[in-house]
């Protein structure tokens, strides 16, 4: 009983790590380059033991030699020698251990003792907030979430490459590209000319499909969604604010199985509709498609589950249909400021999961009738700026009386009106109102 009790008032380290990895930089100062990458100061459980490695850190920024009477005089300068045991104990470190050979291994055992002091920091920091009636629950959630995933990335933490590690790994990169004859360096969204003009769909990038209701942005969507998930197996996330998970199932089912949607929401299906069901089920039940329907979805929550998703299926790309439906945190604010402040977030959420998030947004009501410009997007400046790429859609809307007559392939314009890294321009793809999907456009047919 007093052992478990101990247990649970130390901080967990490991004060023979610790020791083992300071020796082992100071027997050879090479192997710092090991462990510079993802071992702090911080790491360290003892006071003295983060000086004693600061002190090590700062002669290696100065390209100085790193040894017991430089690092002693190092300390010195900074009035720690002394608190850290003074020169006879820092000379007692490098006796700990025979060689340097093993300090990565004692460098995890210093960090990972360091995540576990940082994640029961964080749950009483959790369950004191979860005592605070003035707080609310998502946020406490929201805040949790942030901390946790703080702590991985801090395992990922780069430095400063020299030139050659980076030239070496662009030059394999290059001759994967030029064995594989691969044209995209991004997500192909499985539009060729769309394709060629942005080199797919980039990591870290806001992507906004603007247009009129009804001219097709979730057709195009989740057109683009299947292309990647279905036929290329790249792990998609769907956020649907509009439109229930099954009703958006129904229209992947009619665009791949090549079936008149109306027929499969009524229910007035041929024998033959059957087989090719079937087979279009199997390939969207082997798919990576992740698909969230939760409407009026706030701002938190999408960032939660966005995260969420990506950390359990590793999801490369996001989809969300549409970004003014997700609700801010801070409804008080002006509408065009909420837009604002989840256009920027969104933005933010890319970098952090380092994948494309493609938003849709409907664009204003004067654009009706003509092609729609960077202006035009609904209810906010703000998503032109943050967006990394604009996409339009424009195509004249028929009439109602128009549908028996409508024909089978609908031209529409797709308009790449803003790349921020690469050229802009406008392709035609053709719309298939009775699979409501869209497809390339085949090069001399008529529409």
Request: hydrophobic share 40%.
């Amino acid at each position: 009983m007093a052992t478990t009790g101990l247990k649970d008032k130390i901080p967990p380290n490991n004060q023979d790590a610790e020791i083992a990895t300071l020796g082992a930089l100071l027997l050879d100062s090479d192997s710092l380059s090991t462990v510079v990458h993802y071992l702090r100061p911080e790491d360290f459980y003892r006071t003295a033991h983060q000086r004693i490695y600061q002190g090590i850190l700062k002669l290696f920024e100065r390209n100085e030699a790193i040894d017991l009477i430089t690092l002693a005089e190092e300390l010195k300068n900074e009035n720690h020698l002394e608190v850290c045991g003074g020169a006879v104990y820092i000379s007692r470190l490098t006796s700990a251990v025979p060689t340097s050979a093993n300090v990565r291994y004692y460098a995890q055992i210093v960090q990972d003792c360091s995540i576990r002091r940082n994640l029961a920091r964080i749950a009483s920091s959790i369950v004191s907030d979860s005592f605070d009636d003035s707080q609310e629950v998502r946020l406490i959630i929201e805040e949790a979430e942030r901390q946790i995933f703080e702590i991985t990335d801090k395992q990922h933490t780069g430095t400063f490459q020299p030139a050659k590690e980076i030239v070496s790994r662009t030059i394999e990169a290059i001759e994967k590209l030029y064995h594989t004859k691969d044209a995209y360096i991004g997500i192909p969204s499985g539009f060729s000319d769309l394709d060629t003009l942005t080199s797919g769909f980039q990591n870290s990038e806001f992507i906004v499909i603007g247009a009129r209701p009804s001219v097709g942005k979730t057709a195009l969507a989740l057109t683009m969604a299947a292309n990647m998930a279905i036929h290329n197996k790249f792990p998609v996330g769907f956020f649907t604010l509009e439109m229930s998970s099954m009703a958006l199932m129904q229209r992947m089912l009619a665009s791949e199985a090549r079936i008149r949607s109306n027929s499969l929401r009524s229910g007035f299906l041929k024998p033959s509709d059957f087989h090719k069901l079937t087979e279009a089920a199997s390939k969207i039940y082997e798919a990576p498609l992740y698909i969230e329907d939760s409407p009026s979805l706030r701002l938190l929550d999408l960032r939660a589950l966005a995260r969420r998703m990506r950390h359990q299926f590793n999801v490369s790309i996001i989809f969300i249909d549409y970004l003014t439906l997700i609700t801010s945190e801070n409804r008080d604010l002006p509408r065009h400021e909420q837009i604002a402040e989840i256009s920027r977030s969104l933005k933010a959420l890319a970098r952090e999961l380092d994948i494309p998030v493609v938003a849709l947004s409907q664009v204003r009501r004067e654009s009706e009738g003509k092609q729609p410009n960077l202006a035009d997007l609904r209810e906010s400046g703000s998503i032109e700026q943050d967006a990394d790429v604009v996409i339009f859609l424009h195509r004249e809307r028929l009439a109602a009386d128009d549908q028996e007559d409508m024909p089978r392939n609908i031209e529409t314009d797709l308009i790449v009106a803003k790349q921020r890294n690469g050229p802009v321009g406008s392709m035609k793809i053709a719309f298939i109102p009775e699979y409501t999907k869209f497809e390339n456009m085949v090069k001399g047919a008529d529409i």
